[in-house]
Every structure is written in C-alpha cells, then in structure tokens.
C-alpha cells in the first residue's frame, strides 16, 4: 500500500495514536518499536479499543483488512506527515532554539489565534516523532500551522525541515544546550542555522531578532520579517521591556502587561508581537491575547505559598537559561532571596566547566542564600556560607525537614528535568 492510499485511510480516521493506553475509537493507530517494547503486539489491543486500522511493520501481527503491513511504521508516520502537510498546502511557522521555545510557540499561538484557526505543537513534542503527530494533527479547519522543532544532534533540524517544509521560521537563540549532542556551541549554532538553510534553499521568510547578532548574520541571504529595541531598521519596533518580576513591554502605543517573569521572556514575547503584526493581527488583539497569556508546566510561573513568592522554573536548564535566571533573580526588588539550583544535563565534557561557572558566579553576591543540587554541582564544592551543596535532591529533602526558610521569602527554583525540583514544593 502506497502513502496516498495510507493517506486515504488516515482521512477516514477522526484521531491518531501512538499509545494504546490513549487510544479513541475510530483512531489510526501506528505500531511504533520503541527501546524497550514492540508496540506491534498491541495491534489486536488498538482494535478492540476503537482503532480503524493499524499499522504494523512485522507481519506476525497481520490480523485482517485493518491491520496495514508497512516496512517501518516509524518511516511511514514521517512520510504519512509530509503527504499530509503537502495535501492541506496551508502556511506553516517553525520555530527552534536553545532556550524558550515552548514558550514563544503558545505566545505565537494565542496571538495568531486572535485572527485565524490555528493548530500548534502540543506540549514540547517536538521530536522525530512529534513533529509527525502535530502535522497530522492538522485538518482542513487549520489556517495556520506552528510546529516547534527541537534538536540535541546536527542534521536533526535539516530532518524535520524536510517532513514540516515551512513558510516561516524563527530561531529563538543560539545557546548552550545539548553541547554534549552537538559538539559544542559551535555545534548548536550549524545545526540550528539548519532550519536557515531550509528557508535560503526553499525562498522562504525567517523571522530576525535584530538584537542577536549571529540570527543577523546567519540570515543576510534569507527574506526576513524583523524586530528590535528602538531599532529604526527594524519592521517591527518594540519601545520599551522592564521586567520585576513580570515582563512589560512597549509596542504601538500600547503597555503590555504580560505573565512571565524575567527579561530573558522579553524576546519571546517580542518574536509573537512581530509575527502577529506579520499575519496583520489587530495591536490591541495582540496585548489581549499576551496579557491571558499564563504559563504553566513549570516554565517561569510565579506561585504563591504561605508566605513565600516562588519562581518555579524547573522543567529544564543549561548554561545559558540557568546565567540569566541568576542575573535577573539577583536583580529583583525583593527580601530574602533564596535559589534553589540542580544540575544541568547534556553538557557533555563540558559539564564540569559550566557548573564550576555558575559556582563561581555566585560565590561574591551576597543578596541571596543559595541551595546547589546534583553530583555535578557537589564535585565544585567549596566553602562559602551562602552556598549550601547537596549531592541528591534527597539530602536536600533532609535538610529542609529539620532546616525552615524564614517567612516572605522569594525562592527560584531552576533545574534540568530530570532533577524535579518541582518536589521542593512539598517541603517548603
């Protein structure tokens, strides 16, 4: 069976599903082998829990009409996805980068949503998987399509470039994430400029931050749509950004008032007024639609409890987002700070370097009491009376049972995912 008669099936289907404990009735339901388990020995399962058809790439588990034999179902989920984004032929934005990119694809899309249909990555499934299941996520409703890409390899952007084949694209920075991965910053730099290539190569539009000097030279031979601060070159001038904590900026006469905390959002924000004053979104729509705008999953959300003021940005960190949410948590108007900070993952041989910076970093300010946790920020121990080490998060657990922040305090938490620190909420 060809992809445009798989097509064709997938069109009669209302959902799609890689996951048969999330499964709908009438779902297409791909069989995809993962490290662990074979997902084509749940194929009877989709079906008895509503699926249409399923496809499979091991013929073991043939069962009858319903049960379509591809090579390798994963491949095909990725060429079923580039059909499908080739067949509804609508505007696509992509968007990729080191840091923010979740966060400025919902801006993105509560502003764009102000004007048109729009369709976007859910969550942060932005993979070689992902990338797929939002494209096929689309229907004939979608005007706009806004797929965020992520990449921890070289080659990876060029990969989902070539599946999404977008008319618009925005890298948010170039910054020290997944080192390990790419190599080095270097590294991360060539391999987002991929989606640049893309663009030149296709005679697309890239969305410029006029303040980041490599998005400015890496796109002299691309058409561009471009922002910046009390820039007159730019298409879209944006006149003023404060942030304690919460992130204001000045655009067409209009205050913006947003929800997300520190400058580093500042530009976020700033890439959605741009692409929506593109798409010739009302202004006043714009301010709405970024004022409702409440982030959550742990990215820069501002919570209150008794008496602490809690910064929780815990659901990911590197060099770069962890410096300057050190720099803009020093420098809030607050009384006794308090950070809490684990580990960063990926960093590769650089991991050692880069925590050792952030140690140093915070070993002279003496504005806040700081809390380092994680094997990697314990091996850069050194005595300092406003620095507290602990190896596991369940020393650090220890110690708040017997050790209580004093009362009005205004805590960061930022870490890697895989640190939770999330859990210090049921601590404090």
């Given at each position: 069976?060809n992809i445009r008669?798989?097509h064709d099936l997938?069109?009669k289907c209302?959902?799609?599903?890689?996951?048969?404990?999330k499964i709908e009735?009438?779902?297409?339901?791909?069989?995809i082998k993962?490290e662990n388990?074979?997902?084509?020995?749940?194929?009877q399962?989709a079906l008895?829990?509503g699926?249409?058809f399923?496809?499979?790439?091991?013929p073991?588990?043939?069962i009858?009409?319903?049960?379509?034999?591809?090579?390798n179902?994963?491949?095909t989920l990725?060429e079923?996805a580039?059909?499908h984004r080739?067949?509804?032929?609508?505007p696509?934005i992509?968007?990729t980068?080191?840091?923010?990119?979740?966060t400025?694809k919902?801006?993105?899309n509560?502003?764009l949503?102000?004007k048109?249909n729009t369709?976007?990555?859910?969550g942060?499934?932005n993979?070689?998987i992902?990338?797929?299941?939002?494209?096929l996520?689309?229907?004939n409703?979608?005007?706009i399509?806004?797929?965020?890409?992520?990449?921890?390899h070289k080659?990876e952007i060029e990969?989902l470039?070539?599946i999404a084949?977008?008319?618009?694209g925005?890298?948010?920075?170039?910054?020290?994430?997944?080192l390990e991965?790419f190599?080095?910053?270097?590294?991360?730099?060539?391999?987002?400029s991929?989606m640049?290539?893309?663009?030149?190569?296709?005679?697309k539009l890239a969305?410029?931050?006029?303040?980041d000097?490599?998005?400015?030279e890496?796109s002299?031979?691309?058409k561009t749509?471009?922002?910046g601060?009390n820039?007159s070159?730019?298409?879209?001038k944006?006149s003023?950004?404060?942030a304690?904590?919460?992130?204001i900026?000045?655009?067409?006469?209009?205050?913006?008032?947003?929800?997300?905390?520190g400058?580093?959002n500042?530009?976020?924000i700033?890439?959605a007024?741009?692409?929506?004053?593109y798409?010739?979104v009302d202004?006043?729509?714009?301010?709405?639609?970024?004022?409702?705008?409440i982030?959550?999953n742990n990215?820069?959300?501002?919570?209150k409890?008794g008496?602490?003021q809690?910064?929780l940005?815990?659901?990911n960190?590197?060099?770069?987002?962890m410096a300057?949410?050190?720099t803009?948590f020093?420098?809030l108007?607050?009384?006794n700070?308090i950070?809490i900070?684990?580990?960063?993952?990926e960093?590769?041989?650089?991991?050692?370097q880069e925590?050792?910076?952030?140690v140093?970093?915070?070993c002279n300010q003496?504005?806040?009491?700081v809390?380092?946790?994680g094997k990697s920020?314990?091996?850069n121990f050194?005595p300092n009376?406003k620095l507290h080490?602990?190896e596991?998060f369940?020393?650090?657990?220890?110690?708040?049972?017997?050790?209580?922040?004093?009362?009005?305090?205004t805590?960061?938490i930022?870490g890697?995912?895989?640190?939770?620190?999330?859990?210090?909420?049921?601590?404090?």
């Open positions: 069976m008669e798989i997938f069109l209302k959902y799609l599903s890689i996951d048969t404990r009735k009438d779902s297409m339901f791909f069989a993962g388990f074979d997902a084509n020995t749940f194929a399962e008895e829990h699926a249409l399923v496809i499979i790439d091991n073991s588990y043939l009858d009409h319903r049960t379509i034999l591809v090579q179902s994963l491949e990725q079923l580039k059909f080739q067949y509804l032929k609508i696509i992509a968007l980068g080191s840091n923010g990119k979740t400025t919902e801006l993105i509560v502003v949503s102000q048109y369709k976007a990555t859910v942060n499934l993979n070689h992902g990338v797929p299941l939002t494209l996520s689309f229907t409703e979608t005007e399509g806004i797929v965020e890409m992520g990449a921890n080659k990969f470039c070539d084949q977008p008319d618009y925005y890298i948010t920075n170039f910054g020290k994430a997944h991965g190599g080095g910053v270097e590294g991360v730099i060539e391999g987002k991929e640049y290539k893309y663009l030149i190569d296709n005679n969305f410029i931050n006029l303040e000097p490599i998005q400015v890496k002299k031979a691309i749509f471009t922002f601060i820039n070159k730019a298409d879209v944006i003023s950004i404060e304690n904590p919460f992130v900026i000045g655009y067409d006469s209009f205050i913006v008032n947003s929800n997300l905390i400058l580093y500042a530009n976020n700033n890439a007024v741009a692409i929506g004053n798409f010739k202004a006043k729509d714009i301010k709405a639609a970024i004022e409702n705008y982030p959550t990215r820069s959300q501002l919570l409890k008496t602490f809690i910064i940005d815990a659901y960190a590197n060099p770069s987002s300057v949410a050190i803009n020093l420098q108007d607050s009384l700070k950070m900070l684990g580990d960063m993952f960093l590769g041989n650089e991991s050692q925590h050792k910076i952030v140093d970093s915070l003496n504005e806040s009491s809390y380092l946790i920020f314990f091996e050194i009376e080490f602990f596991t369940e020393d650090f657990a220890e110690y708040l049972k017997m050790n209580k922040f004093k009362q009005e305090s805590i960061l930022k890697s995912r895989g640190m939770a620190l999330e859990r210090t909420l049921d601590y404090i």
